[in-house]
Structures are given as structure tokens and as C-alpha cells.
């Protein structure tokens, strides 16, 4: 005989089904267990109800007491045959102390010979229902004349092992052989996802059933191509798919992850994307997966609505968002484009800019987004409210200055309207102002009490000192390079000392600008007492050595190479070490430096810089070999005092008849020795690319220490970078410079001013802008003004691309003129610039407004590396 069971069958074995009677059984115990009578005729029933036999019920089927009208075997046989009955059931369960037997009997109306005897044995009436059921198998294999399986067997899989399908295969050799298990088997295999058909044959052998699982495998996918896709490169969908080239086919998953590049390309605001796929069958029962992709237009933002504002206007608001709506300029400022999460903080935006003007119950509801073809409108519904005053301010609880102190810190005090961002910083500030003072887990909480009546709101700073905490210890973990007295002496806190939160926090900022780690953790835990503080210092150091190499062309040196070996961080003590080399049609230079930090372990830097260095100027050629030596201090917060003094030795040589009459004084060798003191003052956000903050320095040198060489010069620079909507940003430079000879020496025009080029006033050619004597020879001059503006906007911010456009002005002035801000050359342009690995480079375009007769009156391309102002 052979079963087939296709792909979930419901299985039967007999044309015809078994009808059986099962009588009530006796009970023999000293327990009234009387229940037991029905109960366990039921669970057998229930037993042989699912492998397929009828249950008959005639009347006496449910009476306990059915001995009294039946008689011996032949009064069991004639129920059999006046009920139909294929089969009559009856049985006992006797139960002495904890053990019991079940006996049953089984007899066929039409079939002589004594009845069939079943009989079990167990302990515990708790294990009683495990033995009915047994004993049910049992009726079962004699009712329907079932066989054991003798062997499972695995056909057709390829890729899968059988060990795995097994594995998941309930019927094991020796198990009764029951169609409705198999089929509880199948759906388990097939449940695996790996197969597109599954057959189960059974086939008669001398042990019994020989069963065999016959598998179809599914196609694997070879390869996932994509077509139409423009927004998005290969590469980048298939990092957000969960199928694989290897996996299998399987046609719910590719479902699912179409439906991941769709949520892929509403990222990008392509709403309207439609994807389908194909199978491309291929040999060895693999297939190419294609996805088919209709990008669609961009779906931007049409209009931004408001409901409800009456203080503001729709104007004010939508400035306040960083969501957009489209605008001229969509496609550099990417005004237009719904970001979610953007849009979830512009609700917080919004809520802020009300509640910090004195909408304290201001609401500012769920936006509600709707899609029309390839617009976008979003609506957002304010609840402003009542408008509150600033009323009485007051601190009370454990003062650590007077209240007049205390009051005198409170910036909501000048405030007319209740804002809540002043309210938090004065909070912050108060927090500070206790960990000051040793108390790091002071309590300060503002108890806000509404007036309703005159929309006023009181405040109270309530406030708990707690105890006074010291650093008992500083453990600094995750440095393997870095010295422990580096990161130390950055944090400015010291074991033993009272808590400072203020200095901390100044001590984790100078720690990330030192640019060593990746990531610095902070964590604060309790010491040996309340009032001791452990600090935790765990820090993830980066690579701070660095080598680079390029070339390029210069609009001031033409074709040039270039070469840098860099060690910020030297044997783990934060010296730094610099390799340099530049080779170009003007220049030829090299240096090497050396800077360290802490001399003597105070913040007092000390360096050293030697370089060799040919410079091509348009009359002449000048060769030096000098060396400097560099001595700088902070004084205050973001400020240092630096001295430097210069040793150079030039040979001015090659100079042409039009040269000026200090070049062709210098021909030869000569000295240069001076001293050069400045102050600086830097609280950039970045070195490399800042959008915030402001840098101004103050330099006075001179020179005539000795040597050929003489002159003072003053030079001023300030620099003002303001961060603007769309991660944009606005620059402000100005520039003024001064230099005079000094008696019985020269000065050169090297060191004099000049403008012109791609670091001054751009538009115009390198040092074009410049003082000239009576022959019309550029000699530079001793007075120079310079004022620069630029809007920085970003291009590819995460390759650190950003684009600008710029206006620049100045001028540079004889000893005898008097500056003239109102006679300023003028450029503007725009240009592009990446922040490379080998450091920043520039590609800019100026054009001269107002240049003199023979200056270049077109606009002009020009490149360079290193920062700008």
C-alpha cells in the first residue's frame, strides 16, 4: 500500500468509517471516584474521534448501571448488532493504595471468539490520563489495524540538510503510524520557507512504515538587479534589504522588501514610487531577482498652514520651522523636502518660541500632512492662550550667598514675559553656581505659581543644597596611548578638592579639542562617604598621525605637490611633530616643527620651527633658511598671549632693473632678526569648518635685533561667524595692517602689504592690489584694510562639501596716504569647498568691480589649499 499526502492533506485510511460503542466502565476503589465511570469512556472517545471512528450513542451507552440489562458477551455481541456497531467497549479501573490497573475489552458482533484484553498499569491517579491515552492508541492500532514507522526518509533536497528537515519532523521510527501527525509534520517543513512543493509517501515494509518526505527546494537568488533607480545607487538599496544574493526565493520577502525601498524612497520624499519585480529563471534552479523601479518626481512641500495663531503671523512661524516650503533655490538648500523628524521638532520649535514669550498654555498640535500628485501641504493647529507676565521672582531654602547674590544671577528678572528657555538657564547657572561650591547635588526646582486673573507668574527658585562633595578619586580608563597626566591636566579638577561642575565641564570641552578621542564618557559615582565623589573618566582614542600627499594647480603657484607628515600626539604627551613639503612654480618650501604643550607641566607651549624656504617674485628671487622659536600662555578663557622670535638668513638674488629700491638694496645675503608678540582670542566651534563663534588676534612685531633688516608692524584681524537657518551660515572678516621702517635699516617689500588673490580680495590677481613708486613698480605698502563676507552653505555635508558666496573689499596705502575707506577695491563670486583628507582645498570665482586701468577686468578662476581667513 502506498499514502500520499500532498501539501497539507486531510488523510483518512477506511472507505468506510469504524462505528464503536463505548459502554460506561466500573470503578473498584476505596475513593469515590464514581466520576470515573463516564470520564474515562469520554477521553478515549475523544481519542478515537480524531483518528476517525464514529461514536455511537444509544441510551445505554450513558447508564452506569448497563450490567444490569446486558449479560455476558452475548448480550455485548446482540448491543453490537442493534446498534450497527462495528465494535462494543467496556472496561474496569482498580485502584489499590497509590497503584492502578486499567483493563478494557473489545469485542466485534459478527466475529467469533473471546473478546480483545487490554490492561495497564501506573502510579499516581495523576499519571491516570497519560494511561488512557495510551490505552486509546492502543484500541487504535486494532481498530484500524495500524503499523509502527519503521524509517523517515528525506528526498530531493539539495541545498538543505536532512538533519535540518528532521529535526523538525515529530514521527520518529517506532512512533505509531497516524496520517494526521504526518500532516502536522508537513506543514512544520513547509513552514521552513525553503521548499515550493512538498510530497509525503508511505510504503509498506516487513518493520512497518517506511515514510518518505519528497521536497521541492525553492530557487535561490543569484543576483538582485535594479532598474530605474536614480535617487538612490545599488549599493545603497541593498543595504537596507533583508534578501541576499544565496537567499531563497521567496515571494512574501520580496513583497517586504519592496516595501522596505518604498519607506527607502519616502526618506527622499518620492511618495510616488512604484516598484514590481521579475524572476529570471537561470540554470541549477537559480533565478535573477529584478526590481523595477519608477522613481516618480519629488514630492515637496507645497504650503505650510496655521490654525489658530493670532500673536504671529504665518510669516514669523514658518521662519522659525526648519521645514520649508519649496523655494527658488530648492535644489542647493533642499527647501521643500519633508523630513519627519524634522517636522516632529519644528512642533517643538514652535511650542518653545510660544512658551518662551509668555504663551505658557500654548499647545501646538500633531501636523497633519496631506499628499496631492507631487505636493505636500501640512497644517498645524495652535492653541495659544493668555499671554503671562514676569510677576514676583524670589529664591528661597539654603542660600550659599545673600538673596541680593543670588537675585542679582537671575536673567528672568529682565524679562517682561515668562520664558521658559531663560527660566532653565537660570536654573543651569544656579546649579553651577552651588557645584561651585563643593555642593554637586543641589536641588534647585522653580515653583511656578499662575495668576489668572492679572496673567501674571510668580516664581520661587526652591532650593537644596544637599551635602558638600569632594573628588575622592579620578580613574582614567581607555587610554592606551595617551598619557594619564594629559587627560589630568585638561580637566583641571583635582583629587581631594571640593566639586566643581563649572571647571568639569570646561575640562571635558578642552579634552575633545585636543582631538585624541573619539568619545569621552563622564560618569560621576558615589564614594566611600555622602560626601565623597568618584569621577570617571573613560575615553576612545583615534589615529593622530596622519601623512598626505597631492598636488593641484594654484592660481598664485601653478602646478604645485605637496607632502605632510603629521604627529599630534607624540609619545602619548601632546607634543606635535610636523613634516612639510610644497613644491610649486612660486614656491619651494621646506619645514619641520615641533610644539609642546605644558613646558615645565604648566600650559606654557613651547616650539621650534626650521624650514628652507625659495620664493619667486616677479622682480627677483628670494632664498632663506630661518628658524623660530614660539612661547605661548592662555590668559584667559579662549585667549593666549604668544611670543616668537624669527632668525632668518635670505639671499635676495635674480633681480631684474624694474625692481624697487629696498629689493636692489638687499641683493645678497642678509640678516633678519625680530621679535613678534600677539594675543588671540578663539571660540571657533571647528578649526576646520566653524559656523559658530569668533576668532581676533592683535600682532606686533619687530624687527631690527641686529642684522640688515628693520621695521615695526601692528596687524589686527577679527572674524565673526553667525550659524543661519538650513545648517547655512553667515562670515564677517575685517583686517587692518601698519609697518615703518626703522631708522638705519631697511624695509623690505616682502614685508610690506599687498592684496589680491584667493586670501584676500578675491576677482583681483595675486598681489595686484599694492602701493607703487614713481617708476609705476610695485612696492607694497605700510598700511592695508581688508573686509570680507561670505554665506557658507552646505553641498554634500557628509564628503564635508559646502559652497559660499562672497563680497570682498580693501586696499593698500603708501606711508604718506591716509586710509581711505570709501576707495576700497571690490570683488565678489562664489565657489566650492571640500574639507580633504590632506586638508581644506578651494575652488572659488571672483570678479573685480572697480579695478584701475591694466588690472584683469574679468572674473577669474582661482584654487588653493589650507583655511581661508
Do not use: C
Request: no cysteine; hydrophobic share 35%; aromatic share 12%.
Amino acid at each position: 500500500m502506498v499514502l500520499v499526502l500532498v501539501l497539507l492533506p486531510q488523510a483518512a485510511f477506511s472507505a468506510e468509517p469504524i462505528q464503536v460503542v463505548i459502554l460506561p466502565f466500573e470503578i473498584h476503589a476505596r475513593e469515590d471516584m464514581a466520576y470515573l465511570k463516564t470520564e474515562i469512556p469520554k477521553l478515549i472517545k475523544d481519542e478515537l474521534r480524531q483518528e476517525g471512528a464514529t461514536l455511537l450513542e444509544p441510551p445505554i451507552a450513558s447508564d452506569t448501571q448497563w450490567r444490569r440489562q446486558i449479560t455476558g458477551t452475548a448480550g455485548l455481541r446482540e448491543l453490537g448488532v442493534q446498534t450497527g456497531a462495528d465494535y462494543v467497549l467496556w472496561g474496569s479501573l482498580t485502584r489499590i493504595g497509590k497503584r492502578y490497573s486499567l483493563d478494557a475489552r473489545m469485542i466485534a458482533p459478527f466475529q467469533e471468539g473471546p473478546p480483545t484484553v487490554f490492561f495497564l498499569e501506573g502510579d499516581g491517579i495523576e499519571n491516570l490520563i497519560g494511561s488512557v491515552r495510551e490505552l486509546a492508541r492502543n484500541l487504535s492500532m486494532k481498530l484500524f489495524k495500524r503499523m509502527k514507522v519503521a524509517k523517515i526518509v528525506i528526498r530531493g533536497n539539495d541545498r538543505i540538510e536532512s538533519d535540518a528537515i528532521e529535526r523538525l519532523i515529530k514521527t520518529k521510527p517506532g512512533d505509531l503510524f497516524i496520517p494526521k501527525d504526518l500532516s502536522a509534520d508537513l506543514k512544520a517543513v513547509y513552514a521552513m520557507g525553503y521548499f515550493e512543493d512538498i510530497r509525503i509517501e508511505a510504503e509498506d515494509s516487513p518493520e512497518g512504515k517506511i515514510v518518505f518526505f519528497n521536497v521541492k527546494e525553492k530557487q535561490t537568488i543569484r543576483n538582485i538587479i535594479f532598474k530605474g533607480n536614480k535617487a538612490y545607487s545599488d549599493d545603497e538599496v541593498v543595504e537596507n534589504l533583508t534578501l541576499k544574493a544565496g537567499s531563497i526565493l521567496n515571494v512574501f520577502q520580496i513583497q517586504n522588501n519592496i516595501r522596505r525601498i518604498e519607506e527607502l524612497y519616502k526618506e527622499k520624499n518620492y511618495h510616488n514610487v512604484k516598484i514590481d519585480y521579475k524572476i529570471v529563471d537561470r540554470e541549477n534552479n537559480v533565478a535573477d531577482l529584478q526590481f523595477n523601479i519608477e522613481e516618480g518626481p519629488k514630492v515637496l512641500i507645497k504650503k505650510i498652514s496655521f490654525v489658530g495663531n493670532k500673536a504671529y503671523t504665518d510669516k514669523k512661524l514658518k521662519g522659525i520651522m526648519k521645514s520649508s516650503e519649496k523655494g527658488f533655490l530648492s535644489f542647493l538648500t533642499s527647501s521643500g523636502e519633508l523630513n519627519k523628524e524634522e517636522l516632529n521638532q519644528d512642533v517643538k520649535k514652535l511650542t518653545a518660541y510660544y512658551q518662551n514669550r509668555g504663551f505658557i498654555q500654548a499647545k501646538v498640535g500633531e501636523p497633519e500632512v496631506t499628499y496631492e500628485d507631487k505636493w505636500i501641504y501640512i497644517t498645524l493647529k495652535i492653541e495659544e492662550g493668555p499671554r503671562f507676565k514676569v510677576g514676583k521672582v524670589d529664591v528661597a531654602g539654603e542660600l550659599v550667598q545673600s538673596r541680593e547674590e543670588l537675585m542679582s544671577t537671575l536673567k528672568i528678572l529682565k524679562e517682561a514675559y515668562y520664558n521658559r528657555e531663560i527660566l532653565r538657564n537660570d536654573v543651569l547657572n544656579l546649579t553651577d553656581l552651588y557645584s561651585d561650591e563643593g555642593y554637586a547635588y543641589a536641588d534647585i526646582a522653580p515653583r511656578i505659581d499662575r495668576n489668572l486673573e492679572k496673567l501674571l507668574v510668580n516664581i520661587t527658585f526652591d532650593i537644596k543644597k544637599g551635602n558638600q562633595a569632594y573628588f575622592e578619586k579620578i580613574i582614567i580608563s581607555g587610554n592606551t596611548k595617551t598619557r594619564d597626566k594629559v587627560i589630568r591636566r585638561e580637566l583641571d579638577v583635582y583629587e581631594q578638592e571640593l566639586y566643581s561642575g563649572r571647571r568639569l565641564k570646561q575640562g571635558v570641552r578642552s579634552l575633545y579639542q585636543l582631538d585624541f578621542f573619539e568619545d569621552i564618557k563622564v560618569n560621576t559615582l558615589k564614594g566611600s562617604s555622602d560626601d565623597q565623589m568618584v569621577l570617571k573618566i573613560d575615553v576612545k582614542e583615534k589615529p593622530t598621525g596622519s601623512f598626505s600627499f597631492g598636488g593641484g594647480y594654484s592660481s598664485v603657484d601653478d602646478l604645485f605637490f605637496v607632502a605632510n607628515i603629521t604627529q599630534r600626539n607624540l609619545f602619548g604627551r601632546a607634543q606635535r611633530l610636523n613634516l612639510n613639503a610644497h613644491i610649486g612654480g612660486r614656491v619651494v618650501n621646506y619645514a619641520i616643527s615641533y610644539t609642546e604643550p605644558w613646558l615645565f607641566d604648566i600650559p606654557l607651549s613651547a616650539g621650534a620651527d626650521i624650514y628652507d624656504r625659495t620664493m619667486d617674485y616677479d622682480t627677483y628671487d628670494k632664498d632663506a633658511i630661518g628658524t623660530k622659536v614660539r612661547f605661548g600662555y592662555p590668559v584667559y578663557r579662549f585667549t593666549r598671549v604668544n611670543v616668537t622670535y624669527l632668525l632668518e638668513r635670505a639671499d635676495i638674488r635674480n633681480v631684474t632693473s624694474d625692481a624697487s629700491r629696498s629689493i636692489k638694496e638687499l641683493e645678497g645675503n642678509n640678516l633678519q632678526s625680530s621679535v613678534t608678540t600677539s594675543i588671540n582670542y578663539d571660540s571657533r566651534n571647528s578649526r576646520m569648518t566653524p559656523t559658530d563663534g569668533s576668532n581676533h588676534s592683535l600682532l606686533f612685531e619687530y624687527s631690527g635685533l641686529g642684522g640688515d633688516i628693520g621695521f615695526t608692524k601692528i596687524v589686527g584681524d577679527t572674524g565673526w561667524y553667525f550659524p543661519f537657518y538650513w545648517q547655512t551660515s553667515f562670515f564677517a572678516h575685517a583686517r587692518g595692517g601698519w609697518v615703518r621702517e626703522a631708522s638705519n635699516k631697511i624695509l623690505p617689500d616682502y614685508e610690506k602689504f599687498y592684496l589680491g588673490g584667493i586670501r584676500s580680495v578675491r576677482g583681483y590677481d595675486w598681489h595686484d592690489i599694492s602701493a607703487r613708486d614713481s617708476d609705476g613698480i610695485k612696492i607694497g605698502g605700510e598700511k592695508m584694510a581688508q573686509i570680507n563676507f561670505e554665506y557658507i552653505f552646505p553641498l554634500l555635508k557628509k564628503a564635508g562639501v559646502t559652497g559660499v558666496v562672497f563680497f570682498d573689499a580693501g586696499n593698500v596705502y603708501a606711508s604718506d596716504e591716509i586710509y581711505d575707506i570709501t576707495d576700497l577695491y571690490a570683488g565678489a563670486g562664489g565657489g566650492i569647498r571640500w574639507n580633504s583628507p590632506m586638508g581644506p582645498i578651494r575652488l572659488e570665482w571672483g570678479y573685480p568691480i572697480n579695478p584701475d586701468p591694466g588690472m584683469r577686468d574679468t572674473g577669474r578662476w582661482e584654487f588653493g589649499m589650507g583655511g581661508s581667513f
